[in-house]
Structures are given as structure tokens and as C-alpha cells.
């Protein structure tokens, strides 16, 4: 059985940083491209960032390039997404996700459809 934890989330002010945590069981996440997403209250899921399983291939939303930054550590069988210059426009539940099947190592996907497995979500507020 395959389950993805967030944790890290909490409250932050503008400027502050957070660094939220994906631990993955019942898969080996380094075969897989991993993608984080966001949900805003009264706003549809949108994609974040990702990266393909080798690491090499990374994918930012424009909203977020270059304060986001995802990383993995292999050893702990987790994801990270460390968010700098956090704005109150970050504000959302930040969710992580999986393909169904292990993953070229160039291929990301920045869509849902790409992703079949979803953790629960952790959420981040952003006060101004």
C-alpha cells in the first residue's frame, strides 16, 4: 500500500521560510518523479514543482521559481519542498504526489493526471 506524509506546514510571516516533508512507504520514492501541489481556499489544485527520479529534470511554477526548492534524500525515502520568501499568496494545503508506475529518469509531469498517488496534505498560512 502506498502512502505519501507531508508534515512541516504551519503559520510563517511574509519574508519567513518553511520546509515541508514527504515521506513515502510501501514504494521506493527514488524511481519516481515526485510533484508537490497547492490548494488555496476557493481555488482549484495547482502544480508547485516537481522533479523527474534521477533529479536531474526539475520543474518550477513561475509563482514560485526561485524561492522554491525541491530536493529528495534517498536514504530517508523522502521529498522535501524548502520554501524561502514565503508571500500570503502561498497560502494553501500542500500536497505531494506520485505516478501509478516508477518513472523514466528525464520525465516530470506538472499536471494531476500525471500523478496517481496523493498524501493528505499539510497546510501552510502565510501572514502579511
Known amino acids: 500500500q502506498v502512502q505519501l506524509v507531508e508534515s512541516g506546514g504551519g503559520l510563517v510571516q511574509a519574508g519567513g521560510s518553511l520546509r515541508l516533508s514527504c515521506a513515502a512507504s510501501g514504494r521506493t520514492i527514488s524511481v519516481y518523479a515526485v510533484g508537490w501541489f497547492r490548494q488555496a481556499p476557493g481555488k482549484e489544485r495547482e502544480f508547485v514543482a516537481a522533479?523527474?527520479?534521477?533529479?536531474?529534470?526539475?520543474y518550477y511554477a513561475d509563482s514560485v521559481k526561485g524561492r522554491f526548492t525541491i530536493s529528495r534524500d534517498n536514504a530517508k525515502n523522502s521529498v522535501y519542498l524548502q520554501m524561502n520568501s514565503l508571500k500570503p499568496e502561498d497560502t494553501a494545503v500542500y500536497y505531494c504526489a506520485t505516478p501509478r508506475a516508477p518513472s523514466s529518469p528525464g520525465w516530470v509531469g506538472h499536471t494531476e493526471r500525471d500523478y496517481r498517488y496523493w498524501g493528505q496534505g499539510t497546510q501552510v498560512t502565510v501572514s502579511s
Open positions: 522533479f523527474s527520479s534521477s533529479g536531474v529534470t526539475t
